[in-house]
């Protein structure tokens, strides 16, 4: 445990094991007899308890507080180490000769693309100066029926987003438009609206997008299918409200660095959680996920990703994509420009090509396939270098399979322009 906790709550410990001796004691006192003295001494007893598991939630929260302001810090340090090494690779990249000191300064582009870092910089900085814009509705703790209405507003309708038929997909849809909009949205036998609270709309903004990403993680990982129907969903939302989906990129881009593409540097006296947890693992009880289920994560999120990219929004915005084919031919190439990681890099580009392969090949047609040689010629040998497990080998199968057919096909579940 953190020393930071561990001490505070151990000097509460001890208080309680005295209030709970002291209790014991009253406790076989009255085996025999019952006084008045020792009703109102358990009562004070009883009292002292609560204030102490109050004194323990407060600490709790303080701490999480404290950890969570000190990975915003590391992460807006390595942000702006990174700002700086840019504009001086920059700089640089004008003067010759290099030296090792401009050559130490230029490796920045070993972790990622100037035109990704700035798309990185902007949705970090959108997301954090968005949820300054909550702050108050979070710390008000009368608010907290309202702030469990705006989480059932969202997550009740999402969980329940599939492609059964377009009125499902449109009620839906409409169901977080309206709260999106600040308009009344049944929650259970009742009603809500997230403009009751000025904050409101601003704060289930952020719930949908974080939810969105959670399902990548939790039910297209599982389903690829159902990627497509979150897909057209997403994006008749993001017409609506753009601000939605710049939140949408910060998430992916939390959760999947990789999706940017930026391979982030372990910083000087970063811990291996703070490390691993910036990549997009997860922890439990201090312990790092295995790596199979790390991957299974980053499939259904790329997946999402992928299906966003190709999809179409309702026919009413006649086809509009915030988000369409150019941002997959920027990831794709972007990414093939960085170094390649073990595991990671082939998953993603495997899901990705198995998603968007064919929409992609048809659009861009002899650019796409000059891409896809690439990969086979160069990129893969690169790859094997350092990666020659099964991640590897299923992006193998699938670029054999194109060479064979000479073409990626659909992917199953892709739902028409005309479904809703």
């Not at 009292?47 to 709790?60: R, T």
């Not at 038929?165 to 009620?171: A, K, M, P, T, V």
């Not at 403009?195 to 969105?212: N, T």
């Not at 082939?346 to 891409?371: D, P, R, S, W």
Request: proline share 5%; hydrophobic share 35%; glycine share 4%.
């Amino acid at each position: 445990m953190d020393e930071n906790i561990k001490k505070p709550i151990g000097e509460v410990s001890q208080k309680l094991k005295m209030l709970i001796l002291e209790m014991e004691d009253i406790t076989k006192k009255c085996k025999t007899s019952v006084s008045n003295v020792e009703v109102q001494k358990s009562t004070d007893l009883l009292a002292q308890m609560v204030v102490l598991k109050d004194e323990v939630q407060k600490i709790i929260i303080d701490y999480n507080k404290q950890k969570e302001i000190h990975l915003k810090e590391q992460q807006n340090k390595l942000v702006k180490e990174m700002q700086s090494n840019l504009s001086a690779a920059t700089s640089i990249s004008k003067q010759e000769p290099s030296t090792p000191e401009n050559i130490s300064i230029a490796k920045i582009d070993k972790f990622v693309s100037k035109a990704s870092f700035r798309i990185y910089s902007e949705m970090q900085g959108f997301l954090l100066n968005h949820q300054k814009t909550y702050t108050d509705l979070l710390a008000d703790q009368n608010l907290k029926q309202f702030k469990f209405d705006c989480k059932k507003a969202v997550n009740i309708p999402v969980n329940a987003i599939s492609a059964v038929n377009s009125n499902h997909l449109q009620d839906k849809y409409i169901k977080l438009s309206n709260l999106l909009a600040g308009k009344p949205v049944p929650v259970g036998e009742s009603q809500m609206s997230a403009a009751k609270h000025p904050q409101g709309i601003a704060y289930c903004m952020d719930l949908l997008a974080k939810k969105f990403i959670l399902q990548g993680d939790l039910t297209i990982s599982s389903n690829p299918e159902a990627a497509f129907c979150y897909g057209t969903i997403i994006l008749s939302l993001w017409n609506e409200c753009p601000d939605l989906g710049k939140l949408l990129l910060a998430h992916f881009h939390k959760q999947c660095p990789y999706l940017v593409p930026i391979h982030l540097p372990k910083a000087i006296g970063e811990t291996d959680e703070d490390y691993y947890t910036s990549l997009g693992y997860q922890y439990v009880d201090g312990v790092v996920e295995k790596q199979d289920k790390f991957l299974k994560r980053m499939t259904g999120i790329m997946r999402l990703y992928s299906a966003i990219i190709i999809s179409k929004p309702k026919k009413s915005q006649k086809g509009l994509n915030p988000h369409g084919l150019t941002q997959g031919w920027r990831w794709l190439t972007a990414t093939l420009n960085l170094e390649p990681k073990t595991d990671i890099t082939a998953t993603l580009i495997h899901v990705f090509l198995e998603t968007a392969g064919c929409t992609m090949q048809n659009v861009y047609k002899n650019e796409f396939k000059k891409i896809i040689a690439f990969i086979i010629t160069v990129y893969m040998p690169m790859l094997k270098k350092i990666d020659s497990g099964g991640p590897y080998t299923r992006l193998e199968v699938l670029l054999q399979e194109y060479q064979s057919k000479g073409q990626f096909f659909e992917p199953s579940g892709i739902l028409p322009a005309t479904y809703w």
